[in-house]
């Protein structure tokens, strides 16, 4: 996730890069041979300062600050445990429950709980940790490809709706937070964050004009640019598919240097005409290359000087990889980083390596790290599996950053300086190596994940009682539902739910289409909020597509997952599939396929707040 600088600071004359990486390098390198050491010293910072805080207080931790005594005495927890105190924050008391510092702001996350965003209290000093982990990836990838420097990077980014808590926080994304604040505004000069999406395109609140000027700003800069991104793959393809059904429009402004009528915000009309002048031959150039019938490698054909492309393609996202591919005609993708509302991870070492060898090394300073083992069920689906409450021994079987063994894959464990402690994020990493003594993981998945497009994550639960709501509208017609899975279609862009259905038929009274269509729609209205903020808001995810397939089919499901070796008395219609194959089974007796046929319900901040967006 790349950050953008204030484009008109200059160097100044003492700035020296070499220095500059050369130090990063070596933080890397100090933090990664005293992992163990560090991570204690974390540890006993976050307790010392926290030693009067409730939650701490309440568990009887009574000031102690080591390992052994902390890992007695606390619970590992979820996010639902603590959810009371949560809400004692966002509903105004102020007082230390979590944290002796001041909560600054809610991050709301991409995971949810009840159907809402999960909310993340933070403290004002977590912004610097932050920019930490940014600040290490440059210096890493200018290791690899050299002469970065020299140019820009175009990278698509959003801020993303704000609400507020009704005790007056804000709670809204940990990006649209980075992006607002200072330490994202007001960077001093670095070659490295030299963007061509000048602040303003990017903090614009409305997704169009945002992404209308900073592809209007990429365009014109084209020259300049040696690396393109966004933070998520799916992210980037919407940036490209935009300039596939917008780009008459945007040569029309390179070809007269004026700035299209739908840019009502000023603040960026004024900005983009800094940079923007008459261009009649980069127009002319863009028109043809964009009106040719392929669009293959239209990013290296437009932005010639590209060397990677900088967008997470691990976990979910790597369904992403061939499309990217294809646009990019091959350029090596790049995955830079692993973070979360929770709190930032960690960076990949080695960036030019494989989508499928990623493996991310955890700074050990960002948090307190730890560890729970997991078991994998083998057979066809290799479900992971995780206790969702602890015993116990399972809670002593936790272990430490430096202790995680090669191979092995555990879930993710944090105690940060905001307040969590012993918090399962809900990922599960796999040990591919080390760093000195610091572990690198390659991202699994994050549990129980089901369905994912963007940065939606819908589990079986959620679709499951989905599913039981929608299927109430075929009763007035004598059907049920046999049986049904699941699948994301990223051939389309973008994305969209399929779900298949299986119907047993005892009514002589057709269904007409509207029926289905209505089964869609409540599916989407039952879905949780990062879903529909994702169909409504960010156009990031397309309306859901429910097929209606042969009876008997998912018997032919389950002799096929049989023939790959699946027991026949374990066999579970899977809710989701993925494996090429099963899903060309299921499209091959699709009898007949409905689409929603609007956009469900969505607003900013939690459905129990009134906020003030
Ligand atoms: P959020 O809390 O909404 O910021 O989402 C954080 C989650 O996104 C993480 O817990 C991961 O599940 C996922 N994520 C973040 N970075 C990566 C990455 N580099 N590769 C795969 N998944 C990631």
Redesign the pocket.
């Known amino acids: 996730m790349p950050e953008a600088p204030k484009n008109t600071l200059k160097p100044t004359a003492d700035y020296n890069l070499e220095l500059k990486n050369k130090k990063t390098l070596q933080f890397i390198e100090d933090v990664t041979s005293n992992a163990d050491e560090v991570q204690k010293k974390v540890l006993e910072e976050i307790l010392s300062r926290n030693a009067h805080v409730e939650y701490l207080q309440t568990r009887g931790l009574n000031g102690h600050t080591d390992r052994e005594t902390f890992k007695k005495t606390m619970p590992v927890i979820t996010y639902e445990d603590i959810q009371p105190h949560i809400d004692r924050i966002a509903n105004g008391d102020t007082s230390p429950i979590l944290s002796s510092n001041a909560i600054s702001e809610f991050?709301t996350?991409?995971?949810t709980s009840g159907g809402e965003r999960?909310m993340?209290p933070t403290i004002e000093e977590e912004l610097g940790r932050r920019s930490l982990l940014y600040s290490l990836l440059m210096p890493v990838m200018s290791q690899f490809v050299p002469g970065l420097d020299k140019g820009k990077g175009m990278y698509f980014l959003f801020i993303k709706s704000e609400a507020k808590t009704p005790g007056g926080l804000v709670a809204r994304?940990?990006l649209t937070s980075y992006y607002k604040s200072t330490h994202f505004k007001d960077r001093p000069y670095d070659p490295y964050t030299n963007y061509t999406s000048p602040n303003e395109t990017i903090l614009c609140p409305d997704s169009y004009q945002s992404m209308y000027s900073q592809m209007l700003c990429g365009l014109w800069q084209h020259k300049e640019v040696l690396r393109v991104g966004a933070v998520f793959a799916s992210g980037f393809i919407r940036a490209i598919k935009f300039l596939e059904k917008h780009w008459r429009l945007l040569c029309n402004d390179i070809r007269t240097g004026t700035i299209d009528s739908q840019i009502t915000d000023q603040s960026v009309r004024e900005a983009v005409m800094k940079i923007l002048k008459p261009d009649p031959k980069l127009a002319d150039f863009i028109e043809a290359e964009c009106s040719k019938d392929s669009w293959q490698g239209i990013i290296t054909r437009l932005w010639p000087n590209t060397k990677y492309v900088d967008v997470?393609v691990?976990?979910?996202?790597s369904q992403y990889i061939p499309t990217l591919d294809y646009y990019s005609n091959g350029l090596p993708l790049v995955?830079t980083?692993?973070?979360?509302?929770?709190c930032y991870f960690g960076v990949n070492l080695n960036p030019l390596c494989k989508p499928s060898e990623v493996s991310?090394t955890l700074v050990p300073t960002m948090a307190y790290f730890e560890f729970l083992p997991v078991q994998r069920n083998n057979g066809v689906t290799s479900s992971i599996s995780v206790p969702k409450t602890l015993n116990e021994k399972e809670q002593q079987e936790l272990v430490d950053l430096v202790d995680v063994k090669l191979g092995q894959e555990y879930e993710l464990v944090v105690t940060t300086y905001s307040g969590l402690y012993r918090y399962r994020?809900?990922?599960v990493l796999r040990v591919a190596g080390f760093k000195n003594n610091a572990p690198q993981f390659n991202?699994i998945c994050?549990k129980n994940v089901v369905l994912c497009i963007d940065?939606d994550?819908t589990d079986e639960v959620e679709l499951q009682n989905a599913v039981k709501n929608a299927v109430n509208h075929l009763l007035p017609f004598g059907a049920t539902l046999a049986e049904y899975t699941s699948y994301a279609d990223t051939t389309t862009i973008p994305g969209h739910y399929v779900l298949y259905w299986e119907l047993s038929l005892n009514g002589n009274t057709p269904i007409p289409p509207s029926v289905f269509e209505d089964c869609c729609l409540t599916i989407e209205e039952s879905l949780n909020s990062v879903y529909r903020q994702g169909r409504v808001c960010d156009k990031s995810i397309g309306p859901l597509e429910i097929k209606v397939v042969e009876p008997g089919t998912f018997d032919k499901l389950m002799d096929y997952a049989i023939s790959l070796g699946a027991s026949i008395n374990q066999y579970k219609t899977p809710r989701c599939v993925k494996f090429a194959p099963i899903v060309e089974l299921l499209n091959s007796r699709a009898v007949s396929s409905y689409f929603s046929p609007k956009c469900p319900k969505w607003f900013p901040g939690h459905k129990q707040w009134s906020n003030n967006n």
């Open positions: 991050l996350s991409s995971g999960k993340m994304p940990v997470i691990t976990g979910t996202m995955c980083m692993y973070a979360s509302s929770e991310y994020v809900g990922d991202f994050r940065s994550k």
